[in-house]
C-alpha cells in the first residue's frame, strides 16, 4: 500500500507512528512523492512500482494501460533466462556451469560452425563472452530473417576467444535458451512457466519462436508490471517468494558477482544481471525496461517504458538509474 498523508496519519492516530520513526516515515513519503513526480515527467515511463519490504510503497502508470496489462520486456528476459539456467544446473539437468556446448547440446552445432564454439561454456554464454560477432544492434535484422538462427549465430566470425570479454547479443542468450530446452526436454515457454510463473503465481504468455521452434531466448516476453515486481521481489530476496525457494540462493548470490563489463554502459554483469557500484542489481530491456532489486536496503522496483524509442546509457536510461540510486534508495 503507497504511503500516503492520509495513511501517515491513520498510523499516528495508532500509535504505530512514534516521535521517533515520524523523521524517517516523513522522508520515505517525500520520496515517494518524488518518485511519482519524476516518473510523471518521463515521457517514455509507462510504469513505475517499488517495493520496500513487504510494503508497496509506489505504485504508478502515467501513461499506457496499467499495472495489470502485458508488457514486453525486452531483454529483461536475458535475466530470466539466466534464472532458469540456475534451476537446470541445480536439478542436474546441466552438469556445470563449465559444461560445454559439446557436452549439453552437439546437436545445435552446425557442420559449418565457427570453430571453437563446441568448446563454449555455459558460463561464456550467460556472461555474453561468446567471442563471436554479436547480433544485435544492426546485425540484429539479417539474424532474425534467417533460416535458423541458432545455426546462424554458431557461424559468426570470432572477434574474441571463448570466455573473453563481454561481446552483448542477443544471438548469444538465443542460444542458451535452446541450450536449455535441449537440456531439459522441455520447450523454454514451458520451462519459464513451470519454474517461474507458477510459483510466483504470475502468468508468462506465450511469445516469438524461431523458424525452429525455440523460444525467443532473451527478447520480445511479455510480463504485467506486478509480475515485474515480483521478480524484482525473488531477485532482492535470494531466490525465495512466499516462503518457497523458487531459484537456488547459491545461484541468486553467484548472480550478484561481477565476472564482465559492459563496454556500452560501463555496468558490471554477473550471471545474466547488470550490477551497479552501489548494489543495484538490474535486468535492462531496450526503451527502458527495468527489473531491479537493492537487497541491502529491501528494494525492489518494476520499470516499463515505451518499447519503441531507444534508452541510451547517457540519455534515459541514465536517467532511471539516476531516479534509482536517488529517490528510490532514498526509501530504505
Given at each position: 500500500?503507497?504511503?500516503t498523508?492520509r495513511?501517515?496519519?491513520?498510523?499516528?492516530?495508532?500509535?504505530?507512528?512514534v516521535?521517533?520513526?515520524?523523521?524517517?516515515?516523513?522522508?520515505?513519503?517525500?520520496?515517494?512523492?518524488?518518485i511519482?513526480?519524476?516518473?510523471?515527467?518521463?515521457?517514455?515511463?509507462?510504469?513505475?512500482?517499488v517495493?520496500?519490504?513487504?510494503?508497496?510503497?509506489?505504485?504508478?502508470a502515467?501513461?499506457?494501460?496499467?499495472l495489470d496489462?502485458v508488457?514486453?520486456?525486452?531483454?529483461?528476459s536475458?535475466?530470466?533466462?539466466?534464472?532458469?539456467?540456475?534451476?537446470?544446473l541445480?536439478?542436474?539437468?546441466?552438469?556445470?556451469l563449465?559444461?560445454?556446448?559439446?557436452?549439453?547440446?552437439?546437436?545445435?552445432?552446425?557442420?559449418?560452425?565457427?570453430?571453437?564454439?563446441?568448446?563454449?561454456?555455459?558460463?561464456?554464454?550467460?556472461?555474453l563472452?561468446?567471442?563471436?560477432?554479436g547480433?544485435?544492434?544492426?546485425d540484429?535484422?539479417?539474424?532474425v530473417?534467417?533460416?535458423?538462427?541458432?545455426s546462424?549465430?554458431?557461424?559468426?566470425?570470432?572477434?574474441?576467444?571463448?570466455?573473453?570479454r563481454m561481446?552483448y547479443?542477443?544471438?548469444?542468450?538465443?542460444?542458451?535458451?535452446?541450450?536449455?530446452?535441449?537440456a531439459?526436454?522441455t520447450?523454454?515457454?514451458d520451462?519459464?512457466r513451470?519454474?517461474?510463473?507458477?510459483?510466483?503465481?504470475?502468468?508468462?504468455?506465450?511469445?516469438?519462436?524461431?523458424p525452429?521452434?525455440?523460444?525467443f531466448?532473451g527478447?520480445?516476453?511479455g510480463l504485467?508490471?506486478?509480475?515485474?515486481?515480483?521478480?524484482a521481489?525473488?531477485?532482492?530476496d535470494?531466490g525465495?517468494w512466499d516462503?518457497?525457494?523458487v531459484?537456488?540462493?547459491?545461484?541468486?548470490?553467484?548472480?550478484?558477482?561481477?565476472?564482465?563489463?559492459?563496454?556500452?554502459?560501463?555496468?558490471?554483469?554477473?550471471?545474466g544481471?547488470?550490477?551497479?557500484?552501489?548494489?543495484?542489481?538490474?535486468a535492462?530491456g531496450?526503451?527502458?525496461?527495468?527489473?531491479?532489486?537493492?537487497?541491502?536496503?529491501g528494494?525492489a522496483?518494476?520499470?516499463?517504458?515505451?518499447?519503441?524509442?531507444?534508452?541510451?546509457?547517457?540519455g534515459?536510461?541514465?536517467?532511471?538509474?539516476?531516479?534509482?540510486?536517488g529517490?528510490?534508495?532514498?526509501?530504505?
Open positions: 500500500m503507497p504511503l498523508r495513511r501517515f496519519a491513520a498510523l499516528a492516530l495508532t500509535g504505530l507512528a516521535p521517533l520513526a515520524a523523521p524517517a516515515l516523513l522522508r520515505a513519503q517525500s520520496a515517494a512523492q518524488e511519482a513526480a519524476e516518473a510523471r515527467g518521463m515521457d517514455q515511463l509507462h510504469t513505475i512500482m517495493q520496500r519490504g513487504d510494503e508497496l510503497v509506489v505504485a504508478e502515467p501513461r499506457d494501460r496499467g496489462q508488457a514486453n520486456i525486452k531483454s529483461c536475458k535475466s530470466l533466462l539466466a534464472l532458469l539456467l540456475g534451476t537446470a541445480e536439478r542436474g539437468e546441466i552438469p556445470a563449465d559444461s560445454t556446448l559439446a557436452d549439453v547440446a552437439p546437436g545445435l552445432i552446425p557442420d559449418d560452425a565457427t570453430e571453437g564454439v563446441g568448446d563454449l561454456t555455459m558460463e561464456d554464454l550467460v556472461t563472452r561468446m567471442g563471436l560477432q547480433t544485435s544492434g544492426a540484429y535484422g539479417a539474424w530473417n534467417s533460416r535458423d538462427w541458432v546462424y549465430v554458431l557461424r559468426q566470425p570470432r572477434i574474441a576467444e571463448n570466455g573473453g561481446i547479443s542477443t544471438g548469444t542468450t538465443h542460444l542458451l535458451g535452446a541450450v536449455l530446452a535441449e531439459t526436454g520447450s523454454l515457454r520451462l519459464a513451470a519454474r517461474l510463473g507458477d510459483p510466483l503465481g504470475i502468468d508468462i504468455p506465450d511469445w516469438l519462436t524461431d525452429q521452434g525455440f523460444y531466448g527478447n520480445e516476453m504485467t508490471p506486478r509480475a515485474m515486481l515480483r521478480v521481489v525473488m531477485m532482492r535470494g525465495r516462503g518457497e525457494q531459484v537456488p540462493a547459491d545461484w541468486i548470490i553467484a548472480s550478484r558477482i561481477p565476472r564482465t563489463r559492459s563496454p556500452y554502459s560501463g555496468l558490471d554483469y554477473g550471471y544481471w547488470f550490477l551497479t557500484e552501489d548494489g543495484w542489481v538490474l535492462r531496450y526503451g527502458g525496461q527495468i527489473i531491479a532489486a537493492l537487497p541491502r536496503s528494494l522496483v518494476a520499470i516499463t517504458s515505451d518499447p519503441a524509442r531507444p534508452a541510451r546509457s547517457d534515459y536510461f541514465g536517467a532511471l538509474l539516476d531516479l534509482l540510486r529517490p528510490v534508495a532514498a526509501l530504505a
